[in-house]
């Protein structure tokens, strides 16, 4: 027995457990939109082919799941807290104003909890990366459909970056998830095994950038800004913490006596001083919220109803804060466990990224560690302007689930090599040369 974690398999090793790409395929079912569709034609629930199709791979997956695989809830309490949300979700659309489309999500909130819990029953840390890497190349592959194909544009969307007809926030935010993975990768390279050469996660990484920024969506770039700053932050130690913050300085200067102007322009969006104030008349939305949230601050309105109660009261679908969205639509019980979700996940990653700064032989870890630390920054800041996070349903969301299914997978990474190295001691230690897709295990000085 060889020291050491796998961090990568063959494409036939990994295609035998075959759960990975579920995840993948439902987030595409979901936001990927082949039409523009007004949202009062979704909340009736009224239906067309694209409607059909989307309900056709999810109940494909869920008879799939059931008949083939039977999932079963992995006794973590990250995974507990993951069931306990989607299942009260899926619970109070029984109870929402808008029953037909409230009922759709909740079938879809319970499939999207049976192929979280056979992909955490069925991978190991390579096959998460496997998941991690499937993610960056579906978002490359949207790039390159949106460069081909521009769909028409209405209203603020004009001029826009996206694909197809996914709302240019949606692709603002995986574009933000997307650029936070890649730079993760491009950072941790040498110690991290993975598959392709540096080079060209820094080329994905340059092309992902240039594609957030022209979706001009503000809140996704500001929290992919801010994700990056704390993976450099805790991956430099503080002398080199010191040094970046010197010439993060001086450049920051540079840029503003330089172009400034051109970067307040962008920034701007057209905006007048009011909608600036406002965040774009977003604290309208969120005091009309709370309003909302007094009515009923046990339970809520149920899951999805914060989309057609503001379509009617103000002609926005959404609060557009994943917080207050839970607040509306699932009350005190529905942010005991979203909330509770969103702080385990934060704690446990936490804990994997001290274990991997004092432990020996995990150092392959640094790389889901930090890059688990920036995605969950990135979405949480995020989540102030957009209400996706909580949307049960989608990118965001399903970006959410797959972060806490990851750090329990990386968290079990751990517990095996730590558990190798009692067990055999003397295979902990370094072999000359580690097999391709195998993080070596460090000498006795540790990182």
């Not at 460069?147 to 209203?155: C, D």
């Not at 840029?255 to 057209?270: E, H, S």
């Not at 274990?355 to 688990?372: C, I, K, P, Q, S």
Request: glycine letters at 8%; a positive charge; aromatic letters at 10%.
């Amino acid at each position: 027995m060889s020291s050491g974690i796998t961090t990568w398999r063959s494409r036939r090793e990994a295609a035998l457990r075959a759960s990975w790409w579920l995840p993948l395929l439902l987030l595409v079912a979901s936001d990927y939109k082949l039409r523009r569709r007004a949202s009062d034609q979704a909340i009736s629930g009224s239906a067309d082919p694209f409607i059909f199709l989307e309900l056709g791979v999810y109940l494909a997956v869920g008879c799939y799941l059931l008949v083939r695989l039977r999932p079963t809830l992995r006794n973590h309490a990250v995974m507990v807290w993951t069931a306990g949300y989607l299942l009260a979700a899926a619970v109070s659309t029984l109870y929402a104003p808008f029953p037909v489309f409230a009922l759709v999500r909740g079938v879809q909130l319970v499939i999207i909890l049976l192929a979280l819990l056979q992909f955490v029953h069925d991978a190991d840390l390579a096959v998460m990366r496997r998941l991690v890497h499937g993610y960056v190349v579906l978002t490359t592959a949207s790039i390159a459909i949106g460069l081909a194909y521009v769909a028409p544009q209405t209203g603020e969307q004009i001029g826009r970056f996206t694909w197809l007809f996914t709302h240019s926030v949606v692709a603002g935010a995986m574009l933000a998830a997307s650029v936070v993975i890649l730079f993760g990768m491009w950072l941790t390279h040498r110690t991290a095994g993975l598959p392709w050469a540096r080079w060209a996660y820094g080329v994905l990484l340059v092309v992902h950038v240039v594609a957030l920024m022209q979706t001009r969506t503000r809140g996704s770039i500001g929290s992919a800004v801010v994700a990056i700053v704390i993976i450099t932050l805790l991956w430099l130690d503080a002398k080199g913490a010191r040094d970046l913050f010197i010439a993060g300085s001086m450049l920051v200067t540079l840029i503003a006596l330089t172009a400034a102007g051109p970067i307040v322009t962008y920034l701007l969006r057209n905006s007048d001083f009011e909608q600036l104030v406002s965040l774009n008349r977003r604290t309208d939305l969120w005091a009309l919220a709370i309003e909302m949230f007094a009515e009923r601050p046990l339970i809520g309105f149920g899951f999805t109803s914060t989309r057609g109660l503001f379509l009617e009261r103000t002609s926005l679908g959404g609060a557009h804060n994943a917080y207050v969205n839970v607040l509306v639509d699932l009350g005190l019980v529905g942010l005991f466990w979203w909330g509770g979700l969103v702080a385990l996940t934060v704690v446990h990653i936490g804990r994997l990224r001290r274990r991997v700064r004092r432990e020996r032989g995990l150092e392959a870890l640094t790389f889901d560690a930090l890059t688990m630390t920036g995605l969950m920054a990135c979405m949480l800041i995020n989540a102030l302007t957009a209400e996706y996070l909580a949307g049960g349903v989608g990118a965001a969301a399903m970006l959410l689930y797959l972060v806490g299914a990851w750090v329990v997978i990386a968290g079990d990474a751990a517990d095996s090599v730590v558990t190798e190295r009692r067990l055999f001691p003397r295979a902990a230690r370094p072999p000359a040369t580690s097999p391709v897709g195998t993080a070596p295990a460090p000498g006795p000085s540790g990182r």
